[in-house]
């Protein structure tokens, strides 16, 4: 009876090697912006058990290919402006230190962030953590804009940024020392076009102004 039980539970951990392995490889293909971390944190929040040990163990005994890409880092920069923006205290921020709407602000981060990553070679771009070089390209972009646009605070702090999208304050470091000391170029062409969409925006609002809108 022991045995028995014993291969019923080791069927049921192998079968929920399997549908974490399926997922995250759909995941990946689909280049949808979840992290592994993430698919193996809720499936052991819902009772799975030890997921990330047994898939580990699954890849040491070769029981699984080794094929699964990691996910573009450009694929999580819409979700990580979204996430980074969405809390009252940096719309509130966003709009006393720079008078701008959070939908301009976001737009200024994401289009910035997306001009960033597309310069990182792809080899990069799908590296061990390409999550977390999403973070510091939109950490990267949001200093570009506060110091060199407006000329005021960040509203996306270092320590923010990291609390919120749950990256180290190391990793987040690294990766943002990284890209400000490779791409300097690139960064300069950035904070250029930055500008010029920021200059076009005020003169807009300043034709409104005169009209009564």
């Not at 270092?158 to 999208?165: F, L, P, V």
């Amino acid at each position: 009876m022991k045995h028995e039980k014993k291969k019923w539970q080791q069927r049921k951990y192998n079968n929920v090697v399997i549908a974490a392995i399926a997922i995250i490889r759909a995941v990946k293909e689909e280049k949808y912006p979840l992290t592994t971390k993430e698919i193996i944190e809720t499936m052991e929040e819902m009772g799975h058990g030890r997921v990330k040990k047994r898939i580990i163990r699954a890849y040491l005994e070769g029981k699984i290919e080794k094929t699964i890409k990691n996910n573009d880092a450009e694929v999580y920069i819409e979700r990580i402006v979204a996430e980074l923006t969405e809390k009252e205290e940096v719309k509130e921020k966003v709009k006393r230190r720079y008078n701008e709407e959070i939908k301009d602000y976001r737009m200024m981060l994401y289009t910035g962030s997306k001009a960033l990553i597309k310069s990182i070679p792809k080899k990069e771009r799908g590296g061990r953590n390409p999550y977390g070089l999403a973070v510091a390209v939109i950490y990267t972009i949001a200093r570009i804009v506060a110091k060199r646009l407006y000329k005021r605070l960040n509203p996306l702090t270092y320590c923010y940024c990291a609390k919120i999208t749950k990256v180290g304050k190391y990793t987040l470091r690294v990766n943002y020392e990284y890209i400000t000391e490779k791409y300097t170029e690139t960064i300069e062409k950035i904070t250029k076009m930055l500008k010029e969409i920021k200059a076009k925006k005020d003169k807009e609002k300043e034709q409104k102004k005169l009209w009564g809108l």
